[in-house]
């Protein structure tokens, strides 16, 4: 009787050799953990959509970077909800925008160890909802340029380590490196949210934020699902503007698209796991369908495999609470 040779099982038989042979480590180091800061609240208000994550009081969001850091985590991104709107979205770029008051209060509270991250849109500002400046019905890419300018410096005064554009305009990241080192912000980072696609995965994101399109779609600037080699030429257009990170969102139905983007780019990648794929877990999981611990491992260290070298997610902070008992598994 013949008998394999190769017997992959042999590293697979003990826990020890399992964690020996492992290819794919995750760390708390390689998340980001995005978080809402709402200027008209006093509490924070729970966002149904997605348990377990809030829009934020400037104080109750000092209180959860606090405790975030406790728990490990090093890095935060902030999305800011104005209490008035406008058509040109001039809370975003306002010194005493929601955004720049948390960046600055967190400078102060944390000191410079904590990485301060922005997001650069307009579409959490803009009484219409699109992330630009809307000329005759339509996103004019280049007056929306001049705009992301000035909310990049205003975000690097306040304290941003990080400026993240995010809308999806032609020439973003070469305006804003521009407008940055004009300031004397040359030290200042961009994560560019380079290949950003037109998903049904943002769903939460819109109900947390208020960013809901008031009429049309962003089907005209965010990225066609279907397209990967755009994704590639988009992500080497940013790096050649100036980008020191390039982000793919959303991520788990896009792992192709991350690996493709980390084989092409020399600059670190990023991937988005997004409010629609972290409200899935969380429905399967309060139904009782799935082990939340364990999906949630296998999720985050999906998307390292693919290729990105830090996550975004709403689940960072349950992530750095288990991440040294899943480095232990077996």
Known sequence: MSYPVQRPRRLRARPGLRRLARETQL???DLVYPLFVREDVD???????????????????????????????QSFILFGIPARKDREGSQAWDERGVVQRSLTRLRESFGPDVVLMADLCLCEYTDHGHCG??????VDNDATL????????????????VIGPSGMMDGQVGAIRSALDGAGFQDRAILAY?????????????EAAGSAPQFGDRRGYQMDPANLREAVREARLDVAEGADVVMVKPALAYLDVIRGVAQSCEVPVAAYNVSGEYAMVKAAAANGWVDERR????????????????????HAKEAAAQIPCWNELG
């Open 146 to 161: 001049e705009v992301y300018r000035r909310i990049a410096v205003s975000q690097a005064q306040a304290g941003a380590d």
């Open 133 to 138: 400046i809307v000329e005759d019905g339509a």
């Open 43 to 73: 509490e924070p208000e729970p966002i149904d959509a997605m348990p377990g994550q809030f829009q934020h009081s400037m104080d109750s969001l000092v209180r959860e970077v606090e405790s975030s850091l406790r728990a490990g985590l």
């Open 295 to 314: 999906v949630l491992r296998e999720v985050l260290l999906g998307i390292r495999r693919a290729g990105a070298q830090m996550i975004l997610t709403y």
């Open 194 to 206: 380079a290949a950003k696609y037109a998903s049904a995965f943002y769903g939460p994101f819109r």
């Open 27 to 29: 760390g708390v180091e």
